[in-house]
């Protein structure tokens, strides 16, 4: 049976209730996420050099959270918390649900615009936003439709969060099935990826919440606890994608597939990976092209840079002598000078990087 009168009763503990220990650990806790993702949204709103739209709603994501979670952490430590700020706070993940779609499709749609009429999803923060502003105490505590109004509302506000997520996973499932895995670029696959870990972030907090107002098999204060949790992990994974420095932009159609196709045909048809000297100006040169535009699509297409990209090629070959069955006429050292290592120290190196194990225990695998 839904709760809906506990969960209105958890402002209303007694006035000089002193807090305990686990009692602050649990407010440092359940805040400290909060006070990261307003720092987050800080500077990616006003200091972050690529001002971009995507980071810009980034932003927004984490404030508008961080009214509901710290609507939440006054709720269930502080005392006599006036209903206004209980209602507000809730009206917040109205906002939240738009921006993550809008945030979804600007890191998957090139030049993303935001059109006028997406102003229409926000009517319902609007309403009951402003609806709040007339919630009084003594509604609140004695008002007989209170807990119908506000249990409807409840379920409203987080039915309309999760169609939310659920459109936002909808538009990354579907660039996944138009950008088949093995010809999505690094910066795509980062995208995509973080898109989706973003998704999983946000239906943990929504299942936290959720649990509780359903059954309160959940403390409350699990959700801003959640919250912290996902917003240390995301910042993580943000700082190791190098998210925040990539949109939509990254899934433009171009001829950079075909670009990459040449270098690899040129690499392959001449073998010019078994050149001890090969270069990056050398291939840029002979395909015309400007030596950060030829590391870039390596990067991107190969997810590799230009050394490994060139290595792996050379590794191929290595592995293919070192399984022949004449493998007696090829000493190590000579296959590694002949794929075109430099140095045999290089080529051992390389070899346990792409294979796993060293050019000897390979051969010691292939032999029959």
């Known amino acids: 049976m839904v709760h809906f009168l506990e969960i209105l009763n958890i402002a209303t503990f007694e006035k000089n209730r ?3 220990f686990s009692d602050i650990l649990l407010v440092i806790l359940s805040s400290a996420g909060l006070l990261h993702g307003v720092l987050i949204a800080y500077y990616l709103i006003f200091f972050k050099k690529k001002k971009t739209l995507t980071n810009f709603v980034l932003g927004l994501i984490l404030v508008f959270m961080a009214f509901r979670i710290g609507k939440s952490v006054m709720l269930n430590f502080g005392d006599d918390l006036e209903p206004v700020f209980i209602f507000i706070g809730l009206a917040f993940l109205l906002l939240i649900g738009p921006c993550l779609r809008w945030y979804t499709l600007g890191m998957i749609t090139p030049n993303f615009k935001l059109p006028r009429f997406y102003t229409v999803e926000l009517i319902p923060f609007v309403l009951v936003f402003v609806s709040s502003l007339f919630v009084t105490r003594e509604w609140y505590e004695e008002g007989k439709w209170v807990i119908i ?3 409807s509302g409840l379920i409203f506000i987080y039915l309309h969060m999760a169609t939310y997520i659920a459109l936002s996973w909808q538009v990354i499932k579907k660039v996944k099935s ?3 895995s093995n010809l999505r670029t690094k910066s795509q696959k980062s995208v995509l990826d973080w898109l989706h870990v973003l998704m999983i972030g946000f239906i943990l907090i929504w299942i936290s919440y ?3 107002i359903l059954d ?5 204060v699990v959700g801003p606890i959640v919250y912290s949790v996902v917003i240390y992990y995301l910042s993580y994974k943000a700082i190791q994608t190098k998210i925040t420095d990539v949109n939509g932009d990254v899934f433009k159609v171009n001829d950079n597939h075909k670009l990459y196709d040449s270098i690899v045909q040129i690499l392959v048809d001449d073998k010019l ?3 001890s000297n090969i270069s990056l100006g050398k291939i840029s040169k002979i395909i015309g092209k400007s030596t950060q535009l030829t590391s870039a699509v390596i990067n991107e297409f190969a997810k590799r840079n230009f050394n490994d990209f060139i290595n792996y090629y050379r590794i191929q070959d290595a592995k ?4 022949s069955t004449e493998k007696d006429k090829f000493t190590i050292s000579s296959i590694a000078f002949d794929t075109g290592f430099s140095s045999l120290s290089s080529f051992n190196s390389a070899f346990k990087k792409f294979e796993g194990v060293t050019p000897s225990a390979f051969r010691k695998g292939n032999i029959k």
């Open 216 to 220: 309160g098999a959940v403390p409350y």
């Open 320 to 323: 293919r002598l070192l399984a």
């Open 178 to 180: 138009k950008y088949q």
């Open 18 to 20: 002193l807090l305990n």
């Open 210 to 212: 959720v649990l509780n």
């Open 149 to 151: 109004i506000f249990g």
């Open 273 to 275: 990976y078994l050149e």
